[in-house]
């Protein structure tokens, strides 16, 4: 038996220490295993796309004591990062809200080391293991199985307070708590369908279920080998990085709260789709590093950029396309070609 194993924490204390860790909201969910068939079936049919990693240690997102042998407990963390869009911008960013500011892998990382160092100047006894969105935990089941929100209809996990404006941390501990989530947060969408009905591509293939081949937040973000799909670029309008519009759409983000200073945009949430598309290496090497934007690298940020201006067929471009259809870089050139011929499409 661990040392930890007889403890039983309280867990008003440890929603203490999650808040003076940063976190704006916590919840505990006991370490039990998470039933195979949603992900396998995901899975098998193919709807992780070119995510790879998603098959890797599918045991091991199932059954967290295989990532941490004893483990009881299940701590799920959320922070709010919504702000309004800024004043400044001469319409909406062509960027994911979550993404306009500094990357939230690091601010999450920051406090979830804060929260580890009061547990373990609390109880040095007790081994965690702890995540965020990189490792193999399935963040919103266990944010849902511990009280935190409830998975929406477009996969989003979305909460009481904040909406579906989150992102999530979760460490599992080898102690109980004095008390858990009396169960999965309940379903808050009701019949409502808005968000399938606005998702351009229809990548909500049903509810709490999507397809990654469609959706413009996997083709703008981890589609990096290639170019995105031509039937799917005529609905990039005004997307250039990840894609709100299943999240604008929903009545229970009809009250957003403003979130706190590590997620105010940046200067590159002030840019427009041509801006970004004619960003120099240079400006680029400024704007981006530190935040998510990153993950799309330069051609492939520029990439989606020129996709935007075609689905928007943006005739002020013309000049910046005819100057990208001569770019180096494959994803560029192509991309450029192509929103060219759509600004004269009939």
């Known amino acids: ?107 999450m990382q920051d406090r ?48 009481e307070r904040f909406g579906s404006w989150v992102v999530l941390a979760t460490l599992a501990m080898d102690a109980a708590v004095d008390a858990y989530a009396g169960g999965p947060a309940p379903d808050r969408c009701g019949s409502c369908t808005l968000c399938l009905a606005a998702c351009p591509t229809q990548a909500i293939v049903a509810e709490r279920r999507v397809d990654a081949r469609l959706c413009l937040s996997y083709q703008t973000i981890e589609n990096r080998r290639g170019p995105v799909p031509e ?10 990085f990840g894609c709100d519009l299943c999240q604008d759409i929903c009545p229970l983000n009809a009250a957003p709260l403003p979130g706190g200073e590590r997620f105010l945009p940046r200067a590159v949430a002030q840019l427009s789709a041509r801006d970004l598309a004619a960003l120099t290496p240079e400006e680029h090497a400024r704007l981006v590093p530190g935040t998510a934007l990153a993950r799309a690298k330069y051609d492939g940020l520029r990439r989606n950029a020129i996709y935007a201006l075609g689905a928007a067929r943006d005739r002020g471009a013309q000049e910046l396309l005819e100057r990208l259809v001569g770019d180096p870089s494959p994803l560029v050139s192509d991309a450029a070609r192509w929103a060219l011929e759509r600004l004269f499409a009939p």
């Open 1 to 107: 038996m661990g040392a930890a194993e007889a403890l039983t924490l309280p867990s008003a204390e440890l929603r203490a220490l999650a808040s003076g860790a940063g976190f704006d909201l916590c919840g505990f969910a006991r370490a039990e295993p998470i039933p195979a068939e949603h992900l396998v079936s995901w899975l098998e049919a193919g709807m992780d796309a070119d995510m790879d990693w998603m098959r890797e240690r599918v045991a091991e997102r199932l059954d967290v004591r295989r990532l941490l042998p004893g483990a009881r407990t299940v701590v799920s963390f959320a922070c709010n990062y919504f702000h309004p869009d800024p004043a400044e911008a001469p319409g909406p960013p062509p960027v994911a809200r979550y993404a306009r500011g500094r990357d939230y892998h690091y601010t």
């Open 112 to 159: 979830l080391r804060a929260f580890r160092r009061g547990l373990e100047a609390r109880w040095p006894e007790v081994e965690t293991f702890a995540t965020v969105d990189t490792g193999p935990m399935m963040e919103k089941v266990w944010a849902a199985r511990a009280g935190v929100g409830a998975v929406a209809k477009n996969g989003c996990l979305v909460t």
């Open 231 to 240: 039937p799917l670029r005529p609905a990039m309008r005004d997307l250039a």
